[in-house]
Nanobody, 121 residues
Framework: QVQLVESGGGLVQAGGSLRLSCAAS????????MGWFRQAPGKEREFVAA????????SYADSVKGRSTISRDNAKNTVYLQMNSLKPEDTAVYYC??????????????WGQGTQVTVSS
């Protein structure tokens, strides 16, 4: 069982940056592929980024590629999402995900409660 707690969301102007953090409980964190998803109002939850257990492999949605960086610190049981050059269309609730088997919502075994990111124009 893994519990995930996100932090770092907030209100930022377009062009600004935010760093999201996800603290995980459980001794198996370092063995899990981790990721971030987001859900905007009226839209389905979508994949944002993922990172392998070692941190050696990452993947991104086209919508955030080049503007976001996912990273992890297995010693701290924490995964991060650095988001730069934020756009109003990045506004969403961002969810931390653990034990991803793919990029679809159904591929995720554990979810955090979400953190709101709002980008003003």
């Amino acid at each position: 069982q893994v519990q995930l707690v996100e932090s770092g969301g907030g209100l930022v102007q377009a062009g600004g940056s935010l760093r999201l953090s996800c603290a995980a409980s459980g001794r198996t964190f370092s063995s899990y592929r981790m990721g971030w998803f987001r859900q905007a109002p009226g839209k389905e939850r979508e994949f944002v980024a993922a990172i392998s257990w070692s941190g050696g492999s990452t993947s991104y949605a086209d919508s955030v590629k080049g503007r976001s960086t996912i990273s992890r610190d297995n010693a701290k049981n924490t995964v991060y999402l650095q988001m730069n050059s934020l756009k109003p269309e990045d506004t969403a609730v961002y969810y931390c995900a653990a034990d991803l088997k793919g990029v679809g919502v159904k591929s995720v075994n554990y979810w955090g409660q979400g953190t709101q990111v709002t980008v003003s124009s």
